[in-house]
């Protein structure tokens, strides 16, 4: 059977990537402050970040949430730029200045829900799938992430647990403030903002990594390349019993294709032994470039 013809894409004008790169950060800024002004300030959900402080001193001293974001985020950015001595780069600076902007600018909407509830659940969303826009720009919009990464470089605490410290104390700030139920509230929408940015980053597109030990090897090798129409990988393995040397089989398929993996194999050898692993970012030919 003749393997299917795959052609090599062309890479993208760095003029047009630049520009689509901006259109994300601006659009995904506009996603989170929208998010922000409709769903979370009116219901005091402070889910975290420069943003939930933002909703805490609203609270506290009536100050606006903008001018706050704009006065935390700058020195927030400068800070890391000098400390880390990274180059955070035009397009992360852009989301530092715009969102503050956005936030000021969509302040006076309406709310779109008086339940808090609901509120969390879809601020968060909001939140998330504008971050995973911006995120997609390959930029961000400074704020408590940077904050982490010093307590990181100072510390050494894992990225992510200096993240949750930081996320941690604005929760429990705002749960003191206002009340605890909307301390609770605010968890839910921090956990419904990281589970949009997963979905906008990878999408439901989720791949199958497959690890297939058979004595049958060349044969199953064969049909995955011709049947499949997908790359293997032979690695070099070893029985925990028997000590004996044998080869492994991986292979990465999309998640419609597993099934007919399965099969294929299991009509060469009954008996061989797969093991399958969600994939969830996969880079490389048939697969995303980028």
Partial sequence: MMMAK????????????????????????FFVALAFNVFLLPNNIASGGVAGISTITKGVFGWEPGLVQGLLNVPLFITGVIILGKNFGL???????????????????????????LGAIFGGMGVGLGLGIVFRGRASTGGIDLAAQIIHKYTHLPLGISLAMLDGMIVTTSAIVFSVEEGLYALIGLFATS??????????NTSKNVMIISEHVEEVRAAILNEIDRGVTVLEGSGGYTEQSRKV???VVQQNEFIKLTQTVKMIDPE????????????GKGFKTS
Avoid: W
């Fill in 272 to 283: 061989a032994f797969v093991v399958a692993m969600n994939a969830t970012e996969v880079l």
């Fill in 91 to 117: 397009k992360s600076f852009v989301g530092t200045l715009i969102l503050p902007f956005f936030v000021y600018l969509t302040s006076g909407l309406s709310p779109a829900t008086p339940n808090p509830l």
């Fill in 249 to 251: 089989i991986m292979c």
């Fill in 195 to 204: 589970r949009t940015i997963d979905f906008v980053q990878v999408g439901l």
């Fill in 6 to 29: 795959r052609y090599r894409r062309e890479p993208m004008p760095e003029m047009l990537r630049h520009f689509l790169e901006y259109s994300f950060v601006i659009i995904g800024s």
